[in-house]
């Protein structure tokens, strides 16, 4: 169940379990749906990683992420940060197999420390319709064309 202090998405995929955990931690396929993180996204517990992404018109926001969990071909835990400004979001990435050709993301954006209130860019509604767009529209596309 969604809250105000978080987004869950829920989506299943026609490709197999492998293909959506490379598709979500390995830089060659991230970059073709997700952000481009230039050498900086390592599977490793407690690496910190930082890509800049927004609206090309507008600002670019420096983003910092820590690896928290990594479970291969089933979970991965990471926080999102915006340095220089207030507040934390946890990102859970929960893949579950269908069948060998089928597999279920369960995604949730947690926001753990509210992000600075007087940034029009860090509203929660923001972040509902890039999550939506990510994972229930780019994620899809590009695992199709796979």
Not at 5 to 24: G, M, R, S, T
Not at 47 to 67: C, I, N, P, S, V
Not at 124 to 142: C, M, P, T
């Amino acid at each position: 169940m969604q809250t105000a202090n978080e987004i869950a998405l829920e989506k299943v995929y026609n490709a197999p379990i492998a293909l959506v955990w490379a598709a979500i931690t390995q830089e060659q396929h991230m970059r073709n749906w997700y952000f481009d993180f230039k050498g900086q996204f390592q599977l490793t517990t407690g690496h910190t990683f930082d890509w800049y992404a927004g609206d090309l018109k507008d600002k670019q926001w420096l983003h910092r992420g820590e690896m928290l969990e990594i479970i291969p071909n089933k979970k991965l835990v990471h926080t999102w940060t915006y340095p220089g400004y207030s507040g934390k979001a946890i990102a859970y990435w929960e893949l579950s197999e269908v069948d060998a050709a089928t597999t279920k993301l369960n995604f949730r954006f947690e926001f753990a420390e509210p992000f600075d209130a007087n940034q029009p860019s860090l509203v929660r509604g923001n972040f509902v319709n890039g999550w939506n767009e990510l994972i229930l529209n780019s994620l899809e596309q590009y695992l199709n064309k796979q």
